[in-house]
């Protein structure tokens, strides 16, 4: 039987990209999968948070999951912190991970960056948490994008020199599942960098509880080059805001990049971004209101994450039970 399992974290604003990229392909996922989500709070972390804003920020990606199309009783939808075992299977695998495993990822060197000193415990270990998150539902497929391929790539390593110290067939060997034409969204002010939330620049990301009015005027302002748009896709090449842009274009119309491109041969960008902001505002405008409706509830919200916490310890216990069974400790 297959799995689902991904995370999301709940720090800051989600955005295009995390739609285009993560929510979109999750809502699809949930017809033929069982699914589980959750919102990471324990490695946002890993991070400085301000308390305060862990609860919104928690509560605003749960709207996100569920006015993207996740139906929170169909998928499981559950906050990392209100299931212990997550923790608990982390410490096991902090002492199956080798330090020279994680000595080799490279989101912990960009994310310590030069003070590699004063970085955090935690997010050193991260990837050994992730490892768990996935493999206390025995998850078999994770939807992840590039960047965190090599995580997915370590949690395999740990279920497969746990299994094999222990001589177990314990843990599956976890597979990514990779989406059709990449969606990779990029920042609207620089075609080589990711769309992100720690952009300092507002105007570099679309977030999904913008406007009509904000939309198009981030749109209006997106970087752009002198040339009109090519009639081919391989037209793209060496103009990644134009590539970008269209990509965009073509995830948010369900088309491919090449029928984009036809679309708009010859044209300016002016009329190009108009067409853009149009399908923008019609795909993210009803989910926008639909968070905004959610956010106002928290009563709601709150109401199912417990739920889907509950639904989650109901799977994840017996396997943390296995697994101390496994490791040898006592359970009196
Ligand atoms: N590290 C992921 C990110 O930043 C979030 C995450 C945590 C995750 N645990 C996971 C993703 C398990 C997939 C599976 O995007």
């Known amino acids: ?18 739609y285009l990229g993560a929510l979109r392909n999750w809502v699809a996922l949930q017809h033929d999968y069982e699914c589980i989500y959750c919102i990471v709070d324990m490695h946002a972390i890993t991070m400085w948070q301000e308390p305060e804003s862990l609860v919104p920020s928690t509560r605003e990606v749960t709207a996100g999951l569920i006015a993207s199309g996740l139906d929170p009783k169909n998928n499981v939808i559950f906050n990392q912190s209100a299931v212990p075992a997550h923790a608990e299977l982390a410490w096991i695998f902090n002492c199956v991970a080798r330090l020279g ?37 025995k998850a078999t497929h994770v939807p992840v994008g590039e960047d965190q391929k090599q995580h997915l790539e370590l949690c395999r390593d740990i279920a497969q020199k746990f299994n094999s110290d222990y001589g177990v067939e314990l843990f599956p060997l976890t597979e990514p599942l990779i989406f059709g034409e990449a969606t990779r969204v990029m920042s609207l002010r620089d075609g080589s960098k990711k ?20 939309i198009a005027r981030k749109i209006k302002k997106a970087k752009s080059d002198p040339d ?40 300016q960008f002016s ?23 959610l956010v106002a509830d928290p009563g709601y919200l709150d109401g199912a994450l417990k739920d889907g916490a509950e639904r989650a310890k109901a799977i994840a216990e017996p396997i943390l039970a296995e697994v101390y069974d496994t490791v040898g400790f006592l359970r009196p």
């Open 1 to 18: 039987m297959s799995r689902i399992f991904s995370g999301v974290q709940p720090t800051g604003d989600l955005h295009l990209g995390n």
């Open 195 to 214: 769309m992100s939330k720690s952009d300092p620049s507002e105007n570099s990301r679309i977030n999904m509880t913008d406007g009509p009015d904000e």
């Open 228 to 267: 009109l748009l090519p009639g081919e896709a391989k037209g793209l090449e060496g103009r990644p805001e134009a590539a970008n842009l269209m990509g965009i274009y073509a995830a948010l119309s369900d088309k491919t990049l090449g029928e984009v491109c036809s679309e708009f041969e010859g044209q």
């Open 271 to 293: 009329a190009f971004k108009d067409a853009l902001t149009e399908v923008a505002v019609a795909v993210l405008g009803p989910i926008g209101d639909e968070m905004a409706r």
């Open 101 to 137: 495993w994680l000595n080799r990822m490279t989101q912990f060197k960009d994310k310590a960056g030069k003070n590699r000193e004063n970085a955090s415990v935690g997010l050193y270990a991260y990837p050994n948490l992730m490892a768990a998150d996935i493999l206390l539902y």
